[in-house]
């Protein structure tokens, strides 16, 4: 995201995947911040964040490239919650599905397009993942999925979110 105001050449630059509560704070911060000028004090201090776990680069890249639209047992966002996603659906589909979504959706695959009009049409973005890449996100997702399987009360919402899109298949 890019958004300036070229005659005082003031401009600031996010990523669109950004969190979305971020940006839309971030964004109308910068546009109104000619009315209040001066040193806004912040509410909150950097010591009191949570430690970022980054270890695991599956981790990241959800974090970066879907969660802005996808959560993981938390319900469905602009896309689905992805919990137990590798459960139901089959990997080589699901990597096709991750990497080139676009071409998918072209090819009337049913179960995109399925996912596509659920979802009020929206597009999602072609992420042109490198392969080691796809292959630490669906390891994470893998990973989330058991882990919330194994919590309490977790093959329930495995089992709910596995069904929720209405499209049940093998692929």
Known sequence: VLIGNE????????????NPRFLSLMIGNWLTSWRRPGV?????SYENAPTLDLSDKGRYIFAKECAACHTIGHGDKIGPDLLGVTNVRDRAWLAR???????????KDPIATALYEKYQQVNMP?????????N????????ESSRNAEAPGGASVAAASSQKDGVRSSQ
Request: glycine share 2%; net charge negative.
């Open 136 to 143: 630490a996100v669906l390891k994470f997702l893998e990973a």
């Open 126 to 134: 072609n992420l042109r993942m490198a392969e080691q890449d796809l």
């Open 97 to 107: 599905f991750i990497v080139a979504p676009d071409k998918v959706i072209a090819e």
């Open 40 to 44: 806004v004090e912040a509410r909150a």
């Open 7 to 18: 005659a005082a050449g003031q401009w600031i630059r996010n990523s669109a995947t950004d």
